[in-house]
């Protein structure tokens, strides 16, 4: 069974600093593995999209990569804003629906 | 890009009361769709998947008699609170797959429903 975890739970960092979120999981057999972002009283919003056949996926100020054989995603923010403050989700894909860690509270301060 | 509405955003009903929540595809076939539900500070975690045309699979721990699910055509799957609770207060999410997506396999999320039963 596919498990999801996030380290850390929650981080803060001031303005201005380039951070990483982590995410392993436990079954490599997986189709994708999505970064989602949510916040407070919200919906999801899906970030980053990482097929099983890709290493990473950029969008703008953040860059998702994929591990498949060690069972790890990594989400990098550069240049955090106080905007970027949410939660981050991840989750993957496989034979099995999406299973999702419990996030990484982030919060950027100016 | 593909596109999941979720209905309504927020409800509030009395306890002892039903409450249906839609999920549907606007443009693509969704022969599978998921139901979530979300704790605060919790992670999303699965209720059920739903099989157009079939019934739905319910993870454990989740009663089907309470959250009735319905999944009658391609583009719509329903959840129905049944005799709602203070406890089934939660965030409500659904998600479907586009199987014949560009990308194969694709999975597009509503945007929730938050329920508080009072």
């Known amino acids: 069974k596919q498990e999801v975890t996030q380290i850390p739970a929650a981080l803060s960092v001031p303005e201005g600093e380039n951070l990483v979120l982590n995410c392993s999981f436990t079954?490599?057999?997986?189709?994708?593995l999505q970064w989602f972002r949510q916040d407070p009283g919200k919906g999801l919003t899906s970030l980053l999209l990482?097929?099983?056949?890709?290493r990473e996926q950029t969008s703008g100020r953040l860059n998702a990569s994929l591990d498949k054989s060690s069972g790890r995603s990594t989400l990098y923010i550069a240049a955090s804003q106080p905007g970027d403050s949410a939660t981050y989700l991840c989750a993957a894909s496989g034979n099995t629906p999406l299973v999702f860690g419990k996030g990484t509270r982030l919060s950027v301060i100016a | 890009g593909a596109v999941v509405s979720q209905h309504p955003s927020w409800v509030i009903c009395k306890s002892g009361t039903s409450v249906k929540i839609e999920c549907r595809s606007l443009d693509f076939q969704a022969t599978t769709m998921f139901w979530y539900r979300q704790f605060p500070k919790q992670s999303l975690m699965l209720m059920a998947t739903?099989?157009?045309?079939?019934?739905?699979?319910?993870e454990q721990g989740v009663e089907k008699d309470k959250f009735l699910i319905n999944h009658a055509s391609l583009t719509l799957s329903t959840l129905t609170v049944t005799s709602a609770h203070p406890e089934d207060s939660s965030f409500y999410i659904c998600s479907a797959r586009d199987s014949q997506g560009t990308t194969g396999n694709t999975i597009y999320f509503g945007e929730g429903s938050w329920l508080t039963v009072v």
């Open positions: 079954d490599s057999a997986i189709y994708n």
């Open positions: 739903s099989n157009e045309g079939s019934k739905a699979t319910y």
């Open positions: 990482i097929q099983s056949s890709q």
